[in-house]
C-alpha cells in the first residue's frame, strides 16, 4: 500500500486535547466544560465579562493546546464553543443590521509567528462561521494591534500589565467595524482585566462600544 494515498487524519488520528481520547480534536464530553458561561472577575473593566470555564482542569489543557502546542485543530471547536455562548450573553448585541461584530484581542507579533499566526484572529474567525451556519450574520474586526515593545505578560500584576499596554495598544483601521457598531471583544483568559479594559477604552475612544467581553477561560 502507498502510504501517500493515506490521509493525514489515518496516519495521525486525532486525539482529544482535554482527555486524550481518540476521534477527535475535542471531545464531546470535554467541550461540554466551555459549555456554561458565567460572569468573570471584572477587576478594572467596565464592561460585562463572561467565561465559559475556570482556567484550570479540562479547559486550561484546551487553553494551553491551542495556544502553545500548535493544536489549530482546536480553532473549531473551541469558535463554536464562543458561537453558543455569544448569543446567550445578556448583554451582548448585534449591529442594527444584525451583524455581529466579533474583535479579537491582539497579540504581539512576535507571540503570533511561534503560534503560527494570530491565534485569537483565528479564533474569532471560527467563531463567525458557526454563528453564520446557525443563521446570525457575522464578522470579524481586526480593529486592534499590539506593539512590539509590549513584553510578554505571564507573571505580571495588575498595575505591570496596565503600564505594559499603556501607549502599546492602538487602532488597526484596516480592519475596523462600521462606525458606532456595537461589538463583542474575544480573548482566550482573562487574569487581572487588564487587556479587556484597555481594549475597551482603546474602542470605545474610536466610537465602538463593546457590548460585552467573552473569553474561553478566567484565572482565579
Known sequence: MN??????????????????????????????????PHPAPRAAVDV??????????T??????????????????????????????????????DGTWWLVPAPSRRAASRRRGGAHLQRL???CAVHLARA??????APALALSS??????????????????GRLRLDLRGHPP?????VLLDDVITTGATIAACTRTLAGAGWEVSAALVLTAAG
Open 149 to 166: 515593545r509590549a513584553r510578554d505578560a505571564v507573571g505580571l500584576d495588575r498595575d505591570q500589565r496596565a503600564a505594559n499596554l499603556a
Open 59 to 96: 479547559a486550561r489543557r484546551l487553553v494551553l493546546a491551542y495556544k502553545e502546542r500548535g493544536r489549530r485543530d482546536l480553532a473549531d471547536p473551541l469558535g463554536r464553543a464562543l458561537a453558543t455562548a455569544v448569543l446567550h450573553l445578556p448583554e451582548a448585541r448585534a449591529a442594527p
Open 3 to 36: 502510504l501517500g494515498s493515506l490521509s493525514l487524519d489515518l496516519l495521525l488520528p486525532a486525539r482529544c486535547a482535554g482527555c486524550g481520547a481518540a476521534g477527535a480534536a475535542c471531545c464531546t464530553a470535554c467541550l461540554l466544560e466551555l459549555a456554561r
Open 48 to 57: 460585562p465579562v463572561h467565561a465559559l470555564a475556570r482556567y484550570d482542569g
Open 124 to 126: 474569532a474567525r471560527r
Open 135 to 140: 443563521g446570525h450574520a457575522a464578522a470579524v
Open 179 to 183: 462606525s458606532g457598531s456595537p461589538v
